[in-house]
């Protein structure tokens, strides 16, 4: 048997979103394409449709699942959902809720490198009251050097028109998206009410690749050094660079932490929806305990027929990859890691909590996680003839315990959800951040009481379609059994 993709030995994985997706409220992408009704598909569709399906009976995780009845005669994408195993069963939290596809794939492995054209805002989106249809945006970040940044918003801001309409249940996703050109009516929290003024920013999206490295910070405090890291996917380098600039920036964070003699972690992923898994390997390294390039983080299962080859092959040690050996590694100062999660922590971030908890313990403070414990990886046309490009799942991840059993997220260990009013990130003062200093210096303070105002009733993030589109994926390479 010949494998055109290498499902073993993976150098990279990542769970990425495409895009900000402001189009639903849900944790799960709600995709349901259908071809337009009396419509005669083409001779490329029809090409496409069997590209499709011969690398889906290869490589899909559930390969054995694909349905026997299929009708090839269906657009590219609405063919593509017809294979995927139970995709439409909410029920069932093991189906396949991840895998998707694109019309193009150098688009696709763009986003997977965290360029796109964006505003720069990740928002939270919120009823403006019980049982009301008005809907409003909460600015959890912009990112440094975006058209919001330099047009000054920021974090806690709060958006209640764009382009002069007030937001509703029915207009709030297309006209958070569709748009180029976005004109942003804010409003203000004054005792506890949202009150709307006459501040408008003009912001126009452009093509931005995001630094994933966010914030660092050191605290001293009860006697404790903390290290802070806000760190929002798992990207090595920009999209197209051969040099792993932000991985090169995350072993810079740690040498600093560790010539600081930091000995308690937070590590905030709140916003992270994965990425790439080269770049877990290395943040886990520099913090697990008492590891080096022996010791297990993570194990891969694949399909039946690819696991018989592997064993056939008597090469099953290329499922498992290890952690690094890593001059900056902290661990030895520390006896712990606390991690701030959201709904939109997923995947590859999921992959640290599980990958460090064989060897330390892992304190989540937050939200239940999303609940991705596989990966994909990213499948196009080599001849360039079909322009496709799709992310179907191919493996299930188990820590060094055999341990997989997340699908429905980690619940945290101190539950908590941001208010209306926040704090910005780095800020001790800040909720989630306040909360672990806490529980490190062994005293609830007072702000951690405060933790009041408004509370209204939250209908999604950007965050979470993020992770609802993300998938850890491998690199493709040649495989000769």
């Not at 030995?9 to 990542?14: D, G, K, R, S, T």
């Given at each position: ?7 073993r ?6 769970v ?26 083409s ?96 600015v ?33 996703a ?7 050109t ?11 009410k949202?009150v ?26 009860g ?21 792993p ?26 916003y ?7 770049s ?41 990859t290890?952690f ?58 080599e ?21 997989s059993?997340y ?33 490190i ?18 209908i ?22």
């Open positions: 048997m010949k494998l055109s993709l290498n499902l030995q993976c150098a990279w994985m990542v990425v979103g495409v895009g900000f997706w402001m189009t639903a409220c849900t944790k799960d992408p709600e995709v349901t394409p259908q071809s337009p009704v009396g419509s005669t598909p001779k490329a569709d029809q090409s496409v449709n069997n590209w499709i399906l011969e690398n889906m009976r290869e490589v899909y995780y559930w390969n054995d699942k694909i349905p026997a009845n299929l009708d090839t005669t269906q657009d590219p994408e609405s063919f593509f959902y017809s294979l995927l195993y139970d995709y439409t069963n909410k029920a069932n939290p093991e189906r396949d809720r991840f895998s998707w596809i694109q019309p193009s794939a150098d688009e696709l492995k763009s986003s997977l490198s965290g360029e796109e054209k964006t505003t720069g805002l990740e928002v939270q989106y919120f009823l403006r009251a019980q049982g009301s249809t008005d809907v409003i945006i909460k959890l970040y912009a990112l440094p050097g975006s058209p919001a940044a330099k047009a000054g918003l920021k974090r806690g801001d709060i958006i209640t028109s764009i382009n002069g309409q007030k937001l509703t249940t029915g207009n709030y297309s006209l958070a998206y569709d748009p180029t976005f004109n942003y009516g804010l409003a203000k929290l004054e005792n506890g949202i709307d003024t006459d501040v408008v920013k003009t912001v126009t999206a452009e093509v931005v690749q995001q630094n994933p490295v966010f914030l660092d910070s050191i605290y001293a405090i006697g404790k050094t903390v290290g802070y890291l806000v760190y929002n996917q798992f990207i090595p380098g920009p999209n197209g660079s051969a040099t600039i932000y991985d090169q920036k995350l072993e810079q964070v740690f040498s600093k932490f560790k010539a600081r003699g930091v000995n308690e972690l937070v590590l905030d992923l709140r992270n929806p994965g990425g790439y898994v080269s877990s390997v290395k943040l886990a390294s520099m913090i697990a305990k008492g590891v080096d390039n022996t010791k297990t983080y993570y194990r891969m299962e694949y399909n039946k027929d690819v696991m018989a080859e592997i064993a056939k092959e008597n090469q099953t040690d290329d499922l498992i290890r690094q050996t890593k001059s900056q590694n902290i661990g030895g100062n520390l006896s712990r890691v606390f991690i701030l999660t959201t709904e939109g922590t997923a995947s590859a971030s999921e992959l640290i909590i599980n990958g460090l908890k064989p060897f330390m313990p892992v304190i989540t403070i937050g939200e239940t996680t999303y609940g991705k414990n596989v990966g994909s990886i990213t499948i196009s046309d001849t360039g003839k079909i322009k496709w490009g799709m992310q179907p799942i191919v493996f299930k991840s188990f820590n060094a315990l055999n341990q059993d699908s429905t997220g980690f619940t945290p260990t101190i539950a908590k959800t941001e208010p209306l009013a926040v704090k910005q990130l780095g800020d001790i003062d800040e909720l989630y951040l306040n909360t672990a200093l806490s529980q210096t062994g005293s609830v303070t007072a702000r951690i009481s405060a933790e009041q105002g408004a509370k209204l009733p939250a999604g993030s950007t965050v979470e379609r993020r992770a609802g589109g993300s998938n850890m994926f491998i690199e493709r390479k040649a495989l000769n059994f």
